[in-house]
């Protein structure tokens, strides 16, 4: 059974810090490029992130460039989101997502607030 579970959500105050984790199993996690997606209340979802398969080259969305970093350990089958400078702009549920040539699999995603 395929799951991805992401854990690492949270209150957290403006300016602050979040690591965000994505635990695959029930396929071969190093075969697949990984990603970040987060979506606000009544907004589209959004790409944030994207790591190859092998965590030789990542990508960034505009808003994340400078702020987030991607990285996955593949011997522990997890992808990472570490979030620094955080704005309440950056509220949203992130996803995690598993992408091969002819398959996808979504995760549930965990809740991000940045407030004061």
């Known amino acids: 059974q395929v799951q991805l579970v992401e854990s690492g959500g949270g209150l957290v105050q403006p300016g602050g810090s979040l690591r965000l984790s994505c635990a695959a199993s029930?396929?071969?996690?190093?075969?697949?490029?990984m990603s970040w997606y987060r979506q606000a209340p009544g907004k589209e979802r959004l790409l944030v992130a994207t790591?190859?398969?092998?965590?030789?080259?990542?990508n960034y969305a505009v808003f994340a460039k400078g702020r987030f970093t991607i990285s996955r350990d593949n011997a522990k089958n997890t992808v990472y989101l570490q979030m620094d400078s955080l704005k309440p702009e950056d509220t949203a549920v992130y996803y995690c997502?598993?992408?091969?040539?002819?398959?996808?699999?979504w995760g549930q995603g965990t809740q991000v607030t940045v407030s004061s």
């Open positions: 029930g396929f071969t996690f190093s075969r697949y490029v």
């Open positions: 997502k598993a992408v091969d040539y002819s398959r996808n699999y």
């Open positions: 790591i190859t398969s092998a965590g030789t080259s990542t």
